[in-house]
């Protein structure tokens, strides 16, 4: 039985391909298209999960055709675009003013999770490439959307750092069609077969630093501020939720499952590469999310932080420590996106995300408030909530693998990453509130809706967490090894 | 592997070598926006290079060729979506230049 | 040999003078010719198909776009006043940047060594479309981004964007 993913893709493009013309009718009629089709994909996706669990796969057997891989953790990613996505196109409903152009957002938005879909289905390093620049190009246009200077600022460095290191990606590219006469997954595995070929460490060593560049970790992380800042709150909500990951942090989690299996020490000397610019990124973007004004701001530097603890645990490279990163990776999508979109939303009510301006919301906009604690608790890592099990198993992971002192690290950044964000409920929910702030009121139902349905799943897996971990936790430990 | 093969790749790879740096080079230097293109067609050049110079030392010429032809049916997009940013920027703002991009801080 | 070292030397003097020159429309002359360069070191590299693409593609659609984004710009930005030195310190960088890589590049060429061509060679035609058809998808994604990009930024509303 195969099980076939290329449906994801094509749904998305066509309906991308579709939306304009729909638009015409009418600016709604784009926006139910849309979430239609985003629907029906997450419910198809959710659907597949136990049949494809239900293969004994290697990591690396991928199922299904040639190039679609078909594996769990493609499938869990195909999830997680998906509720992403979703969740964004219902916020970006009630955020926008009517536009003329809405009908283009809403095919762009299509057409980024065809890209991401892509990237999670491919089974070649190549085509890998060619949807990561897919994401690439989506993610200026909707950055630059609405045309300001400062969109159009931030869209262009995300674009002189993403460029060159699409170059890179394609000369390791080159190098492993050198190496193994193929650029699949596969002939990663069987370069050189056996022992450890110095070439796998060149040729690995280029395509992540291209992959790094991509996925904002320090120091290349110049854009990701910028970029997240100068977009509209629901395209940040996007970009740093998925894009972003999508891009980069998937392939480097995949290349960590790849090399894994095949070349013990070359894991060993990339691994310790990889942890080392994941442990300077949680510190890097936790000190300087303190520093900042800007709601918005603060949380790129947050979500550097947060993609450099998936990097950590990717670069230790045991199975339980791999498991942790994608369950990570998942818990942060929901937590930055239910940051991101309150910080929509208090942008929507104030018309301001300077912090300095900003203060006692906490009575005037409850929800957005609450839904805000829930998730900065679950990015800090607090119990019961989800962030707090996934923290944990990246804690235990580097520890049981022998790294202590970066077990430590990631312990006493969660301090810092609590610190950060008890200033920003502080300053921003709490306290009192200003006069030019008096007459706002709570936002419309649907731009709580995403971030209450985050808010709930985050108390669920957080409180449901040994069910999560026997279901799909452990399979996950045991397809490793 | 006859060594006539492998003189060739390595001359190739150097040359690989040297055009990346001109790119690079030209994008870090460069405060115009538009010679920032530049610098990524001379690196894009330097990748197709190497592509097929490998594609050329494997014996598979053909594969190379398919993933040359794609890459720069790739890479023409990103291109012509970097002038347009360009284009727009230069019509909000007024410059072009790279160090007045300071907007955004902190 | 050395029509294609020949070849290489003038590909690589071409992305010089692109680099070095002040008026961006010679920059983007040198840059065509440096196409045609790659197209004809490709021709000899008997990579037809792509010295074709590329040609037509870089050599051709690349300059036109770039051209007619310059003549956008007014006169004034288009001759910004850059540093000089900076530019014209290029080959000198290079040629330190050359002598090291040579000196310093041993053991990447240890570690390069070419895989034994085992599986039979397919025709490009059979590679883009049976073998590839993947990539082929990602090409129409990245298209349709595009054309949607560039509808998104240069559309005439009836509203003033």
């Known amino acids: ?481 | 592997m006859s060594d006539l093969v492998l003189s060739n790749l390595l001359l190739n790879w150097y040359f690989v070598a040297l055009l990346a740096f001109v790119g690079l080079y030209c994008m870090v230097a460069s405060r115009n926006m538009l010679r920032i293109i530049v610098g990524i067609e001379i690196l894009s050049k330097a990748c197709i290079l190497a592509l097929l110079a490998c594609g050329q030392a494997l014996g598979n010429v053909n594969l190379a060729q398919t993933l040359a032809i794609t890459m720069i049916a790739v890479e023409v997009v990103v291109v012509a979506v970097a002038l347009a940013l360009f284009v727009k920027y230069y019509g909000v703002s007024g410059s072009l230049d790279v160090w007045k991009m300071n907007k955004l801080k902190g | 040999m050395t029509l294609h070292l020949a070849l290489l030397s003038a590909l690589l003097l071409f992305c010089l003078v692109a680099a070095i020159a002040q008026n961006l429309l010679y920059s983007g002359l040198a840059l065509a010719l440096s196409s045609v360069m790659l197209s004809l070191l490709l021709f000899e590299m008997s990579a037809p198909w792509a010295a074709v693409f590329e040609l037509s593609v870089c050599a051709g659609l690349i300059t036109v776009l770039f051209i007619s984004a310059v003549s956008f710009i007014e006169r004034g930005e288009v001759f910004l006043k850059e540093d000089r030195l900076r530019f014209y310190a290029l080959p000198v960088f290079l040629a330190i940047f050359g002598l090291a890589f040579w000196l310093l590049s041993e053991p990447l060429t240890k570690a390069l060594v070419p895989a034994m061509p085992g599986t039979v060679q397919l025709s490009v035609g059979d590679l883009l479309w049976n073998f590839r058809w993947f990539d082929v998808v990602g090409q129409i994604c990245i298209f349709l981004a595009g054309v949607l990009m560039i509808r998104t930024f240069f559309s005439r509303s009836k509203k003033d964007v």
């Open chain 1, 1 to 481: 039985m195969t099980l076939n993913l290329f449906p994801f893709i094509l749904m998305p493009l066509i309906g991308a391909a579709l939306c304009p013309f729909v638009g015409k009718l009418g600016h709604k009629y784009a926006e139910r298209l849309s979430v239609f089709i985003l629907l029906f994909g997450l419910l198809l996706a959710v659907l597949n999960i136990p049949v494809c669990a239900e293969y004994q796969t290697r990591v690396n057997g991928m199922l299904g055709p040639a190039w679609l891989a078909g594996d769990v953790f493609s499938l869990f990613s195909v999830v997680m675009i998906y509720m992403a996505a979703l969740s964004v196109t219902v916020f970006s409903a009630f955020y926008k003013r009517e536009d003329d152009r809405g009908a283009l957002y809403y095919a762009l938005l299509l057409a980024s999770v065809a890209g991401m879909s892509g990237v999670a289905l491919a089974n070649d390093f190549f085509t890998l490439y060619v949807f990561v620049e897919v994401l690439a190009v989506c993610s200026f246009s909707l950055i630059a959307f609405q045309m300001k200077a400062e969109s159009l600022e931030g869209a262009i460095k995300y674009l002189v750092i993403s460029a060159p290191a699409s170059l890179f990606i394609i000369s390791g590219v080159s190098l492993l069609m050198l190496s193994t006469g193929s650029t699949s997954f596969a002939s990663v595995l069987s370069a050189s077969g056996g022992g450890d070929n110095p070439a796998v460490i060149i040729i690995m060593g280029v395509i992540l630093c291209g992959f790094l560049l991509k996925s904002g970790l320090v120091p290349f992380h110049t854009w990701t501020p910028d970029a997240y800042q100068s977009a509209p709150a629901p395209v940040s909500a996007l970009l740093s939720g998925i894009i972003t990951k999508m891009a980069g942090v998937y392939a480097i989690i995949r290349i960590m499952m790849l090399l894994r299996v095949a070349h013990p020490q070359t894991t060993a000397a990339i691994g310790s590469a990889l942890m080392l610019f994941g442990a300077a990124s949680i510190i890097v973007g936790a000190l300087a999310a303190m520093y900042q004004k800007d709601f918005k701001r603060m949380l790129a530097y947050s979500s550097i932080s947060q993609v450099g603890y998936i990097v950590l645990a990717a670069g230790a490279a045991t199975p339980l420590a791999l498991a942790a990163a994608i369950f990570h990776f998942f818990n942060h999508a929901t937590f930055k996106l239910t940051l991101f979109f309150n910080a929509g939303a208090v942008e929507k009510a104030t018309g301001t995300t300077n912090i300095t301006k900003l203060g006692g919301l906490e009575n005037r906009m409850p929800w957005t408030s609450w839904t805000s604690v829930i998730a900065m608790l679950s990015t800090a890592g607090i119990p019961p909530f989800s962030g707090f099990w996934s923290k944990f198993l990246i804690i235990t992971a580097l520890w049981q693998a022998g790294f202590h002192g970066y077990a430590g690290l990631a312990l006493a950044a969660s301090v810092l990453t609590l610190g950060y964000f008890l200033i920003l409920q502080s300053r921003v929910f709490f306290g009192n509130l200003p006069e030019e702030l008096s007459g706002v009121k709570e936002v419309r139902a649907g731009l709580l809706l995403p971030g209450l349905c985050f808010a709930a799943l985050m108390v669920a897996v957080g409180l449901y967490f040994p069910l999560i971990f026997s279901n799909f936790v452990e399979p996950a430990v045991v397809l490793f090894l």
